[in-house]
């Protein structure tokens, strides 16, 4: 049963910035392409970024040149730091396979951006 236990979320001022951190279990994570997701109310879920299991990484053109993610394996963790946060970066960030989805998602982190 694959956990995904997504943290380090909360409330930051635009401008700020916030690193999250998802540990992962139940699969081999080092050979596992992951992903952070996040969802705003209203929207649907959309990708931010992906890396794979060597730490080479994709990101959403939103979000290119302010976040970035990394992994590490031996931690089964992958992170995601946020910089330059602006309010539209407001949602809940989820963590999951970065090709393919696992059944089983995390809670979620909240991030919020206030203006």
């Known amino acids: 049963q694959v956990q995904l236990v997504e943290s380090g979320g909360g409330l930051v001022q635009a401008g700020g910035s916030l690193r999250l951190s998802c540990v992962a279990s139940?699969?081999?994570?080092?050979?596992?392409?992951m992903g952070w997701y996040r969802q705003a109310p209203g929207k649907q879920r959309e990708r931010v970024a992906t890396?794979?299991?060597?730490?080479?990484?994709s990101y959403a053109d939103s979000v290119k040149g302010r976040f970035s993610i990394s992994r590490d394996n031996g931690k089964n963790t992958v992170y995601l730091q946020m910089n330059s946060l602006k309010p539209e970066d407001t949602a809940v960030y989820y963590c999951?396979?970065?090709?393919?989805?696992?059944?089983?998602w995390g809670q979620g982190t909240q991030v919020t951006v206030d203006s």
């Open positions: 999951n396979g970065g090709r393919m989805f696992f059944d089983s």
């Open positions: 139940g699969m081999i994570f080092s050979i596992t392409h």
């Open positions: 890396i794979t299991p060597g730490g080479s990484a």
